[in-house]
């Protein structure tokens, strides 16, 4: 039985398919080729699939061969019927006028399943102008191929989900393409995962998501249901897209993750909501969820269901997010909950939001506010906020929570993220209600209603850090100030002894401390801390606590695959250790509780693919990957590749370093500046003809000194040319290590049983899992480390000093300008 695919594998393959049309479009254009084509094939696959189970079943059952033929002909046999000119075996073989065919292949599947695809794929061109050229046949033809070489039978995915996460992977690719477009259809995933967890989606509920973009926020919906146990297929999905293109890759991505019921519409929200009931009232929902386009106009003249909106924006102003929200909070159950992002500037700005805010603060509608941090979306740096809505117990509320979290994330290039600890302690927090100093508090109504209803969070929960203290005396006078060490108590207490290997106590001046004679300087702190042996202990007696919950909790990860043919599960799994992991490290005080399940939070998305396929499919040989199988198997050859990757980044710096201004080789490798290059081999030139010209007219004497002048320039040539032909060589023999270490892969992979695959998945389980973890420990180390250099910048040398070192800087200088005769 050939190997299944892997998310990875997958992945891989659909992004090779992308590098065939990425010289010819943006990313944002060819989105649509790269989706439309994997459907068709995946729906061919799926079509071929249950094309041949009908046919067994029909022949296991003895129906004649006619009446067999004439069911596999019925359409409503088949999730979706795919027409002779739209199958795979058609394609396939487009050498002329392909887009034109992949066009009809297209319309073809649609008009066959024109209940389920009414409009999702008539709409992609692959005959549209690209700038004034349209993509040739070569590009196309070469771009079907790529599809050829993924199967995409539901037999040859590793768990059942795969090509589902596998489109929202190209989702994600798409919106880091896309810039500040990928706003219309994607919002990051941390975001979307605390929104979901705030609501709180429980089996048997309506979830509506009013502006939907690509789905995701319906699709963390259904999978969070799952996590927490429950059966998706009872929760009724809904949402609503105003872009055509948009609401396409939606309809696909419902469908190519299982979710065929999600009943996705295409419309204007605001002007024409479509979900309505039997008697053509709108549809009430348990849970709303959503992230409306931000600072947008709106048409008020023909708007449907104007009774939805209780405060009327202005038109024209940008001004539609809290009509949006007034949609949603009219589509809401009286026991519903919602929760939706929204730019600051509704917070507190005047006019009808102002009105707006009331009319919901003083229904008892808002039950929270909550601050995220700058720079989570694409697109935009606009700070934005999570309004959170709930119905019921709205009669007798009488306060509003606001979190600020603005301040806690992970930095990035292009955008910030959500670290699963800030998803951890927003979501926490918010279900616990209680204030935190600095970060969430419950404000009474009549306290807001005194800022004339004013929502600016850092009015209420101010978190800007304290100023940095400066004791004058320690400035003046020296030594380091007792209370500003002792506000490092986190660290004394985790890390026994430190405190005393950096200070030093005064004998007869308890309010002040020195650094002890081993910080010589700003540097030494760095030695001390990373030498220190309470942190190694204090870290090791952290990894030994997780090695003992780890070592309890292995046979349960063991036990995930199939057995008798029952299915493991993933998600009781985490289920399983989220239960557990808090208990078992509770007592340190190194982490915090929400880094704490934080950290697993990630390690359990990092293996997310790997549990779902073990749970599936077994502990499979691809789940290994394949450096992990050179590392094992051909070690040698990854040293060799090494070696020669070493060689080539010292060969380029080499290189690069020649051409840099005054140059030297006091090393005498033989490298030269390019114009150094083109000068000896112009000087070569000359004195070969130098030489022979000698030869026939001049002296020996002169023969002698062109002929050495020529060896000379040739010897340095040589060198340099040796060194350039050595580079050569090396990116040759990795290229064709690299080729050949995939056939290597390949055979070893094949050569290692469910066993022996068990052993070294499990044992990369665990070591990811202590490497998570410590990254966590190396960073409370760092900020440790950043405190005590902190307080050494500021203290360890005086005022006095200093202008005594800037006086002999000062007079060094005039004795310098006094020599050269400028004084």
């Given at each position: 039985?050939?190997?299944?695919?892997?998310?990875?594998?997958?992945?891989?393959?659909?992004?090779?398919?992308?590098?065939?049309?990425?010289?010819?479009m943006?990313a944002?254009?060819?989105k649509?080729?790269i989706?439309?084509?994997?459907?068709?094939?995946?729906?061919?696959?799926?079509?071929?699939?249950?094309?041949?189970?009908?046919?067994?079943?029909?022949?296991a059952?003895?129906?004649?061969?006619?009446?067999?033929?004439?069911?596999?002909?019925?359409?409503?046999?088949?999730?979706?019927?795919?027409?002779?000119?739209?199958?795979?075996?058609?394609?396939r073989?487009?050498?002329?006028?392909?887009?034109?065919?992949?066009?009809?292949?297209?319309e073809?599947?649609?008009?066959?399943?024109?209940?389920?695809?009414?409009?999702?794929?008539?709409?992609?061109?692959?005959?549209?102008?690209?700038?004034?050229?349209?993509?040739?046949?070569?590009?196309?033809?070469?771009?079907?191929?790529?599809?050829?070489?993924?199967?995409?039978?539901?037999?040859?995915?590793?768990?059942?989900?795969?090509?589902?996460a596998?489109?929202?992977?190209?989702?994600?690719?798409?919106?880091?393409?896309?810039?500040?477009?990928?706003?219309?259809?994607?919002?990051?995933?941390?975001?979307?995962?605390?929104?979901?967890?705030?609501?709180?989606?429980?089996?048997?509920?309506?979830?509506?998501?009013?502006?939907?973009?690509?789905?995701?926020?319906?699709?963390?919906?259904?999978?969070?249901?799952?996590?927490?146990?429950?059966?998706?297929?009872?929760?009724?999905?809904?949402g609503?897209?105003?872009?055509?293109?948009?609401?396409?890759?939606?309809?696909?991505?419902?469908?190519?993750?299982?979710?065929?019921?999600?009943?996705?519409?295409?419309?204007?929200?605001?002007?024409?909501?479509?979900?309505?009931?039997?008697?053509?009232?709108l549809?009430?929902?348990?849970?709303?969820?959503?992230?409306?386009?931000?600072?947008?106009?709106?048409?008020?003249?023909?708007?449907?269901?104007?009774?939805?909106?209780?405060?009327?924006?202005?038109?024209?102003?940008?001004?539609?997010?809290?009509?949006?929200?007034?949609?949603?909070?009219?589509?809401?159950?009286?026991?519903?909950?919602?929760?939706?992002?929204?730019?600051?500037?509704?917070?507190?700005?005047?006019?009808?939001?102002?009105?707006?805010?009331q009319?919901?603060?003083?229904?008892?509608?808002?039950?929270?506010?909550?601050g995220?941090?700058?720079?989570?979306?694409?697109?935009?740096?606009?700070?934005?906020?999570?309004?959170?809505?709930?119905?019921?117990?709205?009669?007798?509320?009488?306060?509003?929570?606001?979190?600020?979290?603005?301040?806690?994330?992970?930095?990035?290039?292009?955008?910030?993220?959500?670290?699963?600890?800030d998803?951890?302690?927003?979501?926490?927090?918010?279900?616990?209600?209680?204030?935190?100093?600095?970060?969430?508090?419950?404000?009474?109504?009549?306290?807001?209603?005194?800022?004339?209803?004013?929502?600016?969070?850092?009015?209420?929960?101010?978190?800007?850090?304290?100023?940095?203290?400066?004791?004058?005396?320690?400035?003046?006078?020296?030594?380091?100030?007792?209370?500003?060490?002792?506000?490092?108590?986190?660290?004394?207490?985790?890390?026994?002894?430190?405190?005393?290997?950096?200070?030093?106590?005064?004998?007869?001046?308890?309010?002040?401390?020195?650094?002890?004679?081993?910080?010589?300087?700003r540097?030494?702190?760095?030695?001390?801390?990373?030498?220190?042996?309470?942190?190694?202990?204090?870290?090791?007696?952290?990894?030994?606590?997780?090695?003992?919950?780890?070592?309890?909790?292995?046979?349960?990860?063991?036990?995930?695959?199939?057995?008798?043919?029952?299915?493991?599960?993933?998600?009781?799994?985490?289920?399983?250790?989220?239960?557990?992991?808090?208990?078992?490290?509770?007592?340190?005080?190194?982490?915090?509780?929400?880094?704490?399940?934080?950290?697993?939070?990630?390690?359990?998305?990092?293996?997310?693919?790997?549990?779902?396929?073990?749970?599936?499919?077994?502990w499979?040989?691809?789940?290994?990957?394949?450096?992990?199988?050179?590392?094992?198997?051909?070690?040698?050859?990854?040293?060799?590749?090494?070696?020669?990757?070493?060689?080539?980044?010292?060969?380029?710096?080499?290189?690069?370093?020649?051409?840099?201004?005054?140059?030297?080789?006091?090393?005498?490798t033989?490298?030269?500046?390019?114009?150094?290059?083109?000068?000896?081999?112009?000087?070569?030139?000359?004195?070969?003809?130098?030489?022979?010209?000698?030869?026939?007219?001049g002296?020996?004497?002169?023969?002698?000194?062109?002929?050495?002048?020529?060896?000379?320039?040739?010897?340095?040539?040589?060198?340099?040319?040796?060194?350039?032909?050595?580079?050569?060589?090396?990116?040759?023999?990795?290229?064709?290590?690299?080729?050949?270490?995939?056939?290597?892969?390949?055979?070893?992979?094949?050569?290692?049983?469910?066993?022996?695959?068990?052993?070294?998945?499990?044992?990369?389980?665990h070591?990811?899992?202590?490497?998570?973890?410590?990254?966590?420990?190396?960073?409370?180390?760092?900020?440790?480390?950043?405190?005590?250099?902190?307080?050494?910048?500021?203290?360890?040398?005086?005022?006095?000093?200093?202008?005594?070192?800037?006086?002999?800087?000062?007079?060094?200088?005039?004795?310098?300008?006094?020599?050269?005769?400028?004084?």
């Amino acid at each position: 039985m050939p190997a299944k695919l892997t998310l990875s594998q997958l992945s891989g393959l659909l992004f090779r398919a992308c590098d065939d049309l990425r010289g010819n479009m943006d990313a944002s254009e060819y989105k649509e080729y790269i989706f439309g084509m994997l459907f068709l094939k995946r729906l061919s696959d799926l079509f071929d699939q249950e094309k041949e189970q009908l046919q067994r079943d029909l022949t296991a059952r003895g129906m004649k061969p006619e009446v067999i033929t004439a069911q596999l002909a019925n359409r409503d046999k088949y999730t979706f019927y795919v027409p002779p000119e739209a199958h795979w075996s058609a394609i396939r073989h487009l050498k002329t006028n392909v887009g034109t065919g992949l066009n009809k292949a297209l319309e073809a599947i649609e008009d066959a399943n024109h209940e389920a695809l009414q409009d999702v794929l008539k709409h992609i061109n692959f005959n549209r102008k690209i700038g004034q050229r349209t993509l040739d046949d070569d590009v196309l033809s070469n771009f079907v191929q790529n599809f050829e070489k993924i199967p995409l039978r539901d037999e040859n995915f590793e768990f059942p989900d795969l090509l589902g996460a596998a489109y929202e992977y190209l989702i994600k690719f798409f919106a880091d393409s896309a810039g500040k477009k990928a706003g219309e259809f994607y919002t990051p995933a941390d975001v979307v995962r605390t929104l979901v967890e705030i609501v709180d989606p429980r089996p048997g509920m309506s979830v509506y998501d009013p502006t939907c973009g690509s789905g995701g926020m319906l699709i963390q919906t259904r999978d969070y249901v799952r996590e927490c146990g429950g059966d998706p297929r009872d929760l009724s999905l809904a949402g609503q897209e105003s872009i055509g293109t948009t609401w396409s890759i939606c309809k696909m991505n419902m469908l190519l993750h299982s979710i065929p019921h999600a009943d996705i519409r295409q419309e204007d929200t605001l002007r024409r909501p479509q979900h309505k009931d039997e008697a053509n009232e709108l549809k009430r929902f348990d849970r709303v969820l959503a992230n409306p386009p931000f600072s947008q106009n709106y048409v008020k003249k023909d708007i449907e269901y104007p009774g939805r909106f209780s405060v009327w924006m202005p038109e024209k102003g940008k001004k539609a997010d809290l009509m949006f929200v007034q949609h949603m909070l009219a589509v809401l159950k009286a026991d519903g909950k919602l929760a939706t992002i929204m730019p600051h500037g509704v917070l507190f700005r005047g006019g009808e939001e102002a009105e707006a805010r009331q009319y919901f603060i003083e229904h008892g509608y808002l039950e929270a506010v909550i601050g995220l941090p700058a720079g989570l979306f694409y697109g935009t740096g606009i700070p934005a906020c999570v309004l959170v809505m709930n119905k019921q117990g709205a009669a007798s509320r009488k306060h509003v929570f606001f979190i600020n979290a603005d301040r806690e994330y992970r930095e990035g290039k292009a955008q910030n993220f959500l670290r699963p600890e800030d998803m951890a302690k927003i979501v926490h927090v918010y279900r616990a209600g209680v204030d935190v100093p600095g970060y969430a508090r419950r404000v009474p109504v009549a306290e807001i209603e005194a800022e004339g209803f004013n929502c600016n969070i850092r009015r209420y929960v101010d978190n800007a850090p304290p100023p940095e203290p400066h004791d004058v005396r320690a400035h003046l006078h020296g030594g380091v100030p007792v209370a500003e060490i002792e506000s490092l108590g986190h660290y004394w207490s985790n890390y026994p002894g430190l405190r005393e290997r950096v200070f030093l106590s005064r004998a007869k001046d308890k309010a002040y401390a020195d650094f002890a004679p081993a910080v010589t300087d700003r540097r030494m702190l760095a030695e001390i801390v990373k030498s220190d042996p309470g942190i190694a202990q204090a870290h090791d007696a952290f990894l030994a606590q997780l090695e003992q919950w780890w070592a309890a909790h292995v046979p349960h990860v063991e036990a995930l695959a199939p057995t008798n043919g029952k299915k493991g599960n993933a998600y009781e799994l985490r289920r399983l250790l989220f239960s557990s992991i808090t208990a078992a490290l509770g007592k340190q005080q190194l982490l915090t509780d929400h880094q704490v399940r934080g950290a697993l939070a990630r390690y359990f998305e990092f293996f997310k693919p790997e549990f779902k396929s073990i749970a599936f499919s077994g502990w499979g040989p691809e789940l290994i990957p394949d450096d992990e199988i050179l590392q094992s198997q051909f070690p040698e050859i990854l040293a060799d590749m090494e070696r020669k990757r070493s060689r080539l980044t010292e060969l380029a710096s080499l290189f690069a370093a020649a051409d840099e201004e005054d140059y030297e080789d006091p090393d005498d490798t033989g490298v030269l500046p390019g114009e150094q290059v083109k000068a000896l081999k112009s000087q070569l030139k000359e004195s070969r003809a130098a030489a022979k010209l000698a030869k026939k007219e001049g002296t020996p004497a002169d023969v002698a000194k062109h002929t050495a002048a020529t060896a000379e320039a040739e010897r340095k040539l040589a060198r340099h040319q040796a060194l350039l032909d050595e580079e050569r060589t090396l990116n040759a023999e990795l290229r064709a290590t690299e080729k050949k270490q995939e056939e290597l892969v390949a055979a070893a992979r094949a050569k290692i049983g469910p066993d022996e695959a068990q052993r070294i998945i499990v044992e990369r389980l665990h070591r990811e899992l202590h490497r998570i973890y410590g990254e966590y420990l190396r960073a409370d180390q760092c900020a440790c480390l950043a405190a005590l250099e902190n307080l050494h910048a500021k203290y360890a040398a005086t005022a006095t000093a200093l202008e005594a070192s800037r006086a002999a800087a000062t007079a060094k200088l005039h004795g310098f300008l006094k020599e050269l005769r400028y004084e």
